[in-house]
């Protein structure tokens, strides 16, 4: 029983990567909510949102000077008198 948790542990060493990253504090701050609530570890947590992040990633590319997206079909329509009621708001 001992020998095969050791073989586990030795075959997960092999597939992780350990590394170290700068992370702002606030950041780091909600990954720490996100793992406590799901009562795993931070690297754990991080490594999720990672992958979330990743897979769920939006196309972007290049027109001129801007980088332009195209958000899916079910996304709501953004007109002008939202964007400066939300202009109103954060003021």
């Known amino acids: ?3 095969s948790h050791h073989l586990v542990t030795m ?3 092999e597939v992780l990567m350990r590394t170290t990253l700068n992370i ?3 950041v780091f701050n909600q990954v720490k909510d996100y793992a406590n609530a799901r009562s795993i570890s931070a690297s754990k947590a991080t490594s999720l949102l990672l992958q979330r992040a990743l897979r769920e990633s939006v196309p972007v590319r290049q027109e ?4 332009v997206f195209s958000p899916g079909p079910d996304a ?3 007109t002008l008198e939202h964007a400066l009621r939300i202009e109103d708001e954060s003021e």
């Open 1 to 3: 029983m001992n020998h």
């Open 11 to 13: 075959m997960r060493a």
């Open 24 to 26: 702002d504090d606030e």
């Open 64 to 67: 001129g000077e801007f980088f």
């Open 76 to 78: 709501p329509v953004v």
